[in-house]
């Protein structure tokens, strides 16, 4: 496998005010194109057998990442738990993250009902668990190949079988899983032996929820749970209790407990509950600040390339006594404003008309203004 570090910056507000600013490392790998390919076959087969597992023990809402069949998203799953606190009243939300997901081979045993796993089954529980990963930073490195634009002069591919047991194998670039644990995150299966490991606690936790006649959603590693008051202590500590069941954690300082208040026929919190990059407070719905953050700092930066590539090409054009042409904005309309179908802002209204949700118009509202004026003044500063 190939392996790249994926960095996420988060930018906090503390209580005094100041501004926290973290980097998330996130180590993302991806298989050799036949290995992607066995691995989508089996994680296919293995997908069946879990939503039927799903059904039988009546937990299928409960889990909603990584199901594509279900035809819903994050807006839909983010939409039926914010309906559900402001129909329920006053409730105590609370909002877990776990750190990280091994293996289970029990579970892999459970879903195909076998006492031992089929040699094709064990052979690809073991490619997982026993991977090796190859850095891909120092492998472009070894190729010359741009990390920027990995495909510059029509290359299709990274290298040849020779070249790789030659330049890669040979020269000690390759990595082994030094754990007999774990599983690879961004293969083709991690998403779903993600959700087959937490199989025997997402029956055990919503089993106790729906009890207590609350809600209990698990999308990944993030789990949300809603209820009155009298049961939320109770379920926190089963909640406790069932995650060291299965050899996780819960991250503590991510743990979040909101208590919504009926305050006459208006519903207040102290602090607004984050789900699924969503913000609501009892009366408003909003996209994540960060989110929305993200995506103009996004914004900026592809409009200093544009523009430094047409300052390029302007050089090139005045050698050639050609006439220089205007700034070509095309992708950038597409990507970053109304014009584009499946891009941030597409998103945002897409949520905002399901949720019924005004204010996360509001937060795009300006962002045409804030394009134009981001290309005149990288414009200015770039090309006069």
Same mark, same amino acid.
């Given at each position: ?240 209790? &069932?995650? %060291?069941?299965? $050899? /996780?954690? =819960? ?5 979040? #407990?909101?208590? *919504?208040? @009926? ?62 042409? &205007?700034? %070509?904005?095309? $992708? /950038?309309? =597409? ?5 584009? #179908?499946?891009? *941030?802002? @597409? ?38």
């Amino acid at each position: 496998m190939l392996r790249w570090i994926s960095q996420t910056r988060k930018v906090k507000r503390k209580a005094d005010g100041t501004l926290e600013e973290k980097t998330k490392d996130r180590p993302i790998s991806y298989a050799a194109h036949k290995d992607a390919a066995i691995y989508s076959y089996y994680g296919h087969l293995l997908s069946g057998r879990y939503e039927s597992e799903l059904a039988a023990i009546g937990i299928s809402d409960s889990i909603t990442a990584f199901r594509p069949d279900t035809g819903r998203c994050n807006i839909d799953f983010a939409h039926e738990a914010l309906e559900w606190i402001r129909n329920q009243g006053e409730c105590v939300a609370i909002a877990f993250d776990i750190k990280s997901f091994f293996d289970k081979k029990a579970q892999w045993r459970r879903l195909l009902k076998v006492e031992r796993l089929p040699d094709d089954h064990f052979a690809v529980f073991s490619s997982l668990t026993r991977f090796a990963f190859a850095d891909r930073t120092a492998v472009f490195k070894e190729f010359g190949i741009s990390p920027h634009n990995p495909r510059a002069t029509g290359r299709s591919r990274i290298c040849s079988p020779n070249d790789f047991r030659e330049r890669v194998r040979a020269k000690g670039l390759i990595q082994k899983n030094g754990n007999r644990y774990g599983i690879p995150q961004g293969s083709p299966m991690s998403a779903i032996l993600s959700n087959i490991y937490m199989l025997d606690f997402d029956a055990a936790v919503s089993e106790r929820v729906q009890a207590a006649d609350g809600l209990y959603r698990r999308y990944c590693d993030d789990m949300l749970i809603v209820l009155s008051l009298e049961h939320a202590q109770d379920i926190e500590d089963l909640v406790m209790a &069932q995650i %060291k069941t299965v $050899k /996780l954690e =819960i991250q503590p300082e991510k743990t979040k #407990r909101q208590h *919504f208040r @009926s305050n006459g026929d208006r519903l207040t919190v102290d602090e607004p509950l984050q789900y699924l990059g969503f913000l609501f407070d009892g009366a408003r719905i909003l996209v994540r600040n960060g989110s929305v953050s993200r995506y103009y700092r996004k914004m900026r930066a592809a409009v200093s390339l544009v523009v430094q590539t047409k300052r390029k090409h302007d050089r090139i054009r005045a050698h050639q006594g050609k006439p220089l042409q &205007q700034l %070509k904005r095309r $992708k /950038l309309n =597409i990507r970053y404003s109304y014009v584009g #179908r499946h891009n *941030f802002l @597409s998103y945002a209204q897409r949520a905002a008309k399901k949720m019924s949700a005004p204010a996360i118009r509001k937060q795009v509202k300006r962002h045409w203004k804030k394009l134009n004026a981001e290309v005149d003044k990288v414009a200015t500063k770039l090309l006069l």
